[in-house]
């Protein structure tokens, strides 16, 4: 534990220092949301991965991984992975060019400016605090770390890791969220190759394929992988969907030009598969554990029975804590610039997108210190919900020619959020990922109608 704090405060201290770096370069609310555009592709490669990385990849992924084996160990790494790529490459490019010729900040400023629709604008803006629930997910799974590897309460781990995280986002912007990200980044690396060598003994003995295969290619009980279906399909498709989110996307956006938005796609999905290494400690878990543990505790603990040598021990639980500070801060930087500048469009500033965020950690610290059994499944719903209701407008916006009819777009994120979470709540399905993609189903044709709605008005009026 020692160890863990001196690593933990070097940390700290390296953080604070980018922080306050990136902090030097904010002044508006341009510099604020992206970076004005105008950030190294490089460094913004690895944001990206580590934004896809949270602590659901390092602490909530491997618990399910040892609670259901060989489906949940495929469905959160190769289709997933392969739809992330697909997704990346397929959209952002697009949405860059549309994105910078209109000047736009975040995915409801993009959408906004599309279909010149300041209501589909704000509507984004609101359906954009769905990702409190991913917030509310990833702040436990970084405060059950704490308390494992600090040995801190839980209740003091979740405000101070909101307090820390929330302030320098606060202060510093995209350019704090990106250069802090350089450094988590790193570090993350590093201990993901650790943590997969580390059950290298596993592999060598025939174990761990044994106990995989052992576990079959679908978990009937499972609330995700019940199915090949949900296995393969649905996690490709969400995989896919969820590169529409906010904090991603916008990655497009903060660089010019499509030769720096390919290495920006190229390293973000190369950091994000090194990262999913880590997946194998649940699969290590399930050899070296009783069977009946807390998935949320799967990783710490094991990392305190297996890594015997505390220096390592340390640096790794500071590596999954920096996971979930990636990935926290680059939401904070999305959800409150979406607030800030997209709810009242034109009266966004710095210091308003400062004021949400004090918001934001208060909801946080209340909905985290006594959070749902079911904490991955509940963050989920609401980023599949945001899933959801912006893909169809986002992909008729991306692709169709000529103007477009904003009320179907509305009506399309409204049918699909009510699809979603019909869905789940009135138990046509567990799993929020059949949901959403059900919910897409139903709700692209409907986005569709975007574009013939509008053309048919402008044939119209051409004809008056």
């Given at each position: 534990?020692?160890?863990?704090?001196?690593?933990?405060?070097?940390?700290?201290?390296?953080?604070?220092?980018?922080?306050?770096?990136?902090?030097?370069?904010?002044?508006?609310?341009?510099?604020?949301?992206?970076?004005?555009?105008?950030?190294?592709?490089?460094?913004?490669?690895?944001?990206?991965?580590?934004?896809?990385?949270?602590?659901?990849?390092?602490?909530?992924?491997?618990?399910?991984?040892?609670?259901?084996?060989?489906?949940?160990?495929?469905?959160?790494?190769?289709?997933?992975?392969?739809?992330?790529?697909?997704?990346?490459?397929?959209?952002?490019?697009?949405?860059?060019?549309?994105?910078?010729?209109?000047?736009?900040?975040?995915?409801?400023?993009?959408?906004?400016?599309?279909y010149r629709d300041p209501a589909l604008r704000r509507l984004f803006s609101l359906l954009g605090l769905l990702q409190v629930a991913y917030l509310v997910l990833i702040t436990v799974g970084c405060a059950t770390v704490m308390e494992k590897a600090l040995g801190l309460s839980y209740e003091v781990s979740v405000v101070g890791i909101v307090v820390f995280v929330f302030g320098y986002t606060a202060f510093g912007g995209s350019y704090a969220h990106a250069f802090t990200n350089g450094l988590q980044g790193a570090v993350m690396l590093v201990m993901a190759v650790i943590l997969f060598a580390a059950g290298w003994h596993h592999w060598a003995d025939?174990?761990?394929?044994?106990?995989?295969?052992?576990?079959?290619?679908?978990?009937?009980?499972?609330?995700?992988?019940?199915?090949?279906?949900?296995?393969?399909?649905?996690?490709?498709?969400?995989?896919?969907?969820?590169?529409?989110?906010?904090?991603?996307?916008?990655?497009?956006?903060?660089?010019?030009?499509?030769?720096?938005?390919?290495?920006?796609?190229?390293?973000?999905?190369?950091?994000?598969?090194?990262?999913?290494?880590?997946?194998?400690?649940?699969?290590?878990?399930?050899?070296?554990?009783?069977?009946?543990?807390?998935?949320?505790?799967?990783?710490?603990?094991?990392?305190?029975?297996?890594?015997?040598?505390?220096?390592?021990?340390?640096?790794?639980?500071?590596?999954?804590?920096?996971?979930?500070?990636?990935?926290?801060?680059?939401?904070?930087?999305?959800?409150?610039?979406?607030?800030?500048?997209?709810?009242?469009?034109?009266?966004?500033?710095?210091?308003?997108?400062?004021?949400?965020?004090?918001?934001?950690?208060?909801?946080?610290?209340?909905?985290?210190?006594?959070?749902?059994?079911?904490?991955?499944?509940?963050?989920?719903?609401?980023?599949?919900?945001?899933?959801?209701?912006?893909?169809?407008?986002?992909?008729?916006?991306?692709?169709?020619?000529?103007?477009?009819?904003?009320?179907?777009?509305?009506?399309?994120?409204?049918?699909?959020?009510?699809?979603?979470?019909?869905?789940?709540?009135?138990?046509?399905?567990?799993?929020?990922?059949?949901?959403?993609?059900?919910?897409?189903?139903?709700?692209?044709?409907?986005?569709?109608?975007?574009?013939?709605?509008?053309?048919?008005?402008?044939?119209?009026?051409?004809?008056?």
């Amino acid at each position: 534990m020692t160890a863990t704090w001196l690593l933990f405060a070097a940390y700290l201290v390296a953080t604070t220092f980018l922080a306050w770096r990136g902090g030097q370069r904010t002044g508006d609310a341009a510099t604020f949301a992206i970076g004005g555009g105008q950030m190294n592709p490089w460094l913004v490669g690895v944001t990206l991965g580590a934004c896809l990385a949270s602590s659901a990849t390092f602490v909530i992924f491997p618990g399910w991984v040892y609670a259901e084996g060989l489906p949940a160990l495929i469905g959160f790494t190769l289709p997933f992975l392969l739809g992330i790529a697909a997704g990346l490459w397929v959209l952002a490019p697009r949405f860059q060019r549309i994105g910078a010729g209109e000047g736009a900040l975040t995915l409801p400023h993009w959408l906004g400016a599309r279909y010149r629709d300041p209501a589909l604008r704000r509507l984004f803006s609101l359906l954009g605090l769905l990702q409190v629930a991913y917030l509310v997910l990833i702040t436990v799974g970084c405060a059950t770390v704490m308390e494992k590897a600090l040995g801190l309460s839980y209740e003091v781990s979740v405000v101070g890791i909101v307090v820390f995280v929330f302030g320098y986002t606060a202060f510093g912007g995209s350019y704090a969220h990106a250069f802090t990200n350089g450094l988590q980044g790193a570090v993350m690396l590093v201990m993901a190759v650790i943590l997969f060598a580390a059950g290298w003994h596993h592999w060598a003995d025939g174990r761990l394929l044994a106990d995989l295969a052992a576990s079959g290619t679908t978990a009937p009980d499972s609330v995700l992988f019940s199915t090949p279906g949900e296995v393969w399909g649905v996690s490709f498709a969400m995989g896919a969907a969820l590169t529409t989110q906010p904090h991603l996307l916008t990655k497009a956006l903060y660089v010019r030009g499509r030769q720096a938005l390919s290495v920006v796609i190229g390293t973000g999905v190369l950091t994000y598969t090194v990262y999913a290494l880590v997946l194998f400690v649940g699969a290590y878990a399930r050899l070296d554990l009783p069977p009946d543990l807390d998935r949320r505790a799967v990783v710490a603990t094991w990392i305190a029975t297996a890594l015997p040598w505390p220096m390592l021990a340390g640096a790794i639980s500071v590596a999954i804590l920096a996971a979930s500070m990636s990935t926290l801060d680059g939401l904070l930087v999305a959800v409150s610039t979406s607030v800030g500048n997209d709810l009242v469009p034109g009266r966004g500033t710095v210091w308003v997108n400062r004021l949400v965020l004090v918001g934001l950690a208060v909801v946080t610290v209340g909905a985290s210190i006594s959070p749902p059994p079911l904490v991955l499944t509940v963050g989920q719903m609401g980023v599949y919900g945001l899933v959801a209701a912006s893909s169809g407008p986002l992909v008729v916006g991306l692709f169709a020619r000529g103007a477009l009819d904003g009320r179907w777009a509305r009506l399309a994120a409204i049918v699909a959020v009510g699809a979603h979470f019909g869905a789940v709540w009135g138990g046509l399905t567990a799993n929020p990922g059949v949901a959403a993609l059900g919910a897409m189903l139903l709700s692209w044709p409907v986005a569709a109608l975007a574009a013939v709605g509008a053309q048919r008005a402008g044939d119209v009026e051409r004809a008056a």
